[in-house]
């Protein structure tokens, strides 16, 4: 069984940033409540993921601020 593959047209930064920007345009439509809490949750969680990814491939490593 061979896996499909495909290029990435845009990098994993951006694609967190804009999936973060989605969920918390998500959560704007919500009433205050668990569903909107889970939602800024995982929108804050795809920014650190995106933040701790750019850090990573930065030349040096240097710890984050």
Request: charged residues 30%.
């Amino acid at each position: 069984m061979q896996r499909r593959r495909f290029k990435q047209t845009t990098s994993l930064e951006e694609r967190l940033a804009a999936k973060a920007n989605h969920l918390r345009e998500q959560a704007k439509a919500l009433p205050p409540g668990a569903q909107l809490e889970d939602l800024l949750r995982k929108a804050r969680q795809t920014e650190t993921g995106s933040h701790m990814s750019e850090w990573l491939r930065s030349p040096g490593l240097q710890p984050p601020d």
